[in-house]
């Protein structure tokens, strides 16, 4: 009995710094991640995509003439189609200029990775926007679909895209 | 996807270059190099293009009309062993954690996020081209929101050193695939250093490409050409036996980055070449 005991508090120190910095990781990667995004208006991706067509996601989250993400749409991306003459639009973007982004990004990559969207999706390459970033284009609310990002996953698709796996493909 | 046939490399003019130092700016505002309050402690500071001044002062026949200055862009060399097909620098065969490689392009990378600050590739430099990031850079009041976003800053305790800006490279890929150029061969780009050059001292090419300006067998042949410390080049044609014996037993560098000058004292000074 005392034997046990006394391997259980041997152990314990080991338990509790696991768990310890398995809590400081898990918050670093929620940071990195920027897991608490914030989503000022409600966005319904699922009626936009049926309802009204707007299929590709493209329509919204575009590339500039460079190649490069021009990321999540701005409030004037959004006027393009609702007309910011009527009354009921008028109250729902009462308060966000055209210029305003009133929503943050979840997926967000860590300063020391170079990610370009077009190289993997344009490229000869066929990547769909549902392996990073869930099944977006189906859901209803704001809410975070997929988890993190881990370099793993990166790699797993690099591997089946037939891209290199080197590591200043992403890093600089 | 088409295999990659470029091999980059620079050439660098010294009789055009004033010793001006745009290229060292050019390169510590594009690659986000810290700045420190004492940047003049040489083993400490933090710079990927160095711009060494050489004087033949000390020469006894070099009396007060002939003494000469020159300024020497030293950045990464970019070595590739002796056999360039199957590339050996020596920084990247000590890499414990494989922090440091070597590129289909022949560019040798240096991943700070994997490097664990050992400091075996610092030693391992021919060149002293490799820096080690003794402190977090801290930057004064807004400076920060005037880095490069392309390139990521550094983390305390890490080496860094030149790629030849990859970041560019990379961007220029995505501007031609935006374009549906899917050739990753007929992408080009220029440095941040040979873009600033004001008397285009600085050369930027493909090593393979006949059309480049910095062709290698071109630059090889040219009588002015002379690499940084690396004599060997010298018995290459003044006596190949001897040159094949001394490859067979050693691997020099043989870096991609070549120099041009017609005075014979700097030559001297460049290559470490002795007559005797």
Redesign the interface.
């Known amino acids: 009995m005392k034997g046990t005991r006394s391997f259980l508090l041997f152990f314990l120190p080991f338990v509790i710094f696991a768990y310890i910095s398995f809590i400081v990781f898990q918050q670093a990667c929620d940071y990195a991640m920027n897991v608490q995004a914030k989503k000022l208006l409600p966005f319904n991706h699922r009626t936009h995509t049926t309802t009204y067509g707007a299929s590709d996601c493209e329509i919204c989250h575009s590339?500039?003439?460079?190649?490069?993400f021009n990321g999540i749409p701005t409030v004037a991306v959004c006027k393009q189609c609702h007309d910011p003459n009527k009354a009921n639009t008028q109250v729902f973007f009462a308060g966000f200029g055209d210029n305003d982004k009133p929503w943050e990004s979840f997926a967000q990559q860590p300063?020391?990775?170079?990610f370009?969207h077009?190289?993997v999706m344009?490229?000869?390459k066929k990547a769909q926007c549902i392996s990073c970033h869930g099944d977006k284009g189906n859901s209803t609310t704001t809410a975070k679909i997929k988890g993190k990002m881990a370099m793993g996953t990166c790699m797993d698709c690099h591997t089946a895209l037939?891209i290199?796996n080197?590591?200043?493909v992403c890093?600089? | 996807m088409a295999k990659m046939t470029r091999r980059w490399g620079m050439v660098i003019d010294l009789d055009k270059c004033t010793g001006c130092g745009a290229c060292n700016i050019a390169c510590a505002q594009e690659n986000n190099l810290p700045i420190f309050k004492d940047d003049s402690d040489v083993p400490k500071r933090v710079t990927f293009l160095d711009l060494i001044e050489v004087t033949n002062d000390k020469d006894p026949k070099a009396q007060y009309p002939d003494v000469k200055v020159a300024y020497i862009p030293k950045m990464c060399q970019q070595c590739s062993g002796n056999d360039p097909n199957n590339p050996h620098p020596p920084c990247v065969s000590v890499c414990p954690v494989v922090a440091t490689d070597v590129g289909e392009d022949g560019v040798v990378s240096q991943i700070w996020s994997r490097c664990i600050g050992c400091r075996y590739c610092q030693v391992a430099c021919p060149y002293e081209a490799r820096v080690f990031h003794w402190w977090k850079p801290r930057y004064e009041g807004s400076f920060k929101e005037s880095l490069n976003p392309d390139v990521s800053i550094a983390s305390r305790g890490t080496m860094v050193k030149c790629t030849f800006c990859s970041h560019i490279w990379k961007r220029e890929r995505d501007k031609a695939i935006a374009q549906g150029i899917t050739d990753i061969n007929a992408v080009t780009y220029t440095p941040a250093c040979a873009s600033a050059c004001p008397t285009n001292a600085i050369l930027f090419g493909d090593l393979n490409d006949p059309s480049s300006p910095v062709y290698e067998p071109k630059i090889q042949k040219d009588p002015r050409a002379v690499r940084l410390v690396h004599s060997i080049d010298e018995l290459r044609t003044k006596d190949p036996s001897e040159y094949e014996k001394r490859t067979k037993i050693k691997e020099y560098p043989n870096p991609k980055v070549y120099y041009l000058t017609s005075q014979q004292w700097l030559r001297d000074k460049i290559s470490g070449f002795k007559n005797s």
């Open positions: 590339y500039d003439s460079n190649g490069r300063d020391l990775v170079y370009s077009i190289a344009k490229n000869e037939k290199s080197a590591c200043t890093h600089d």
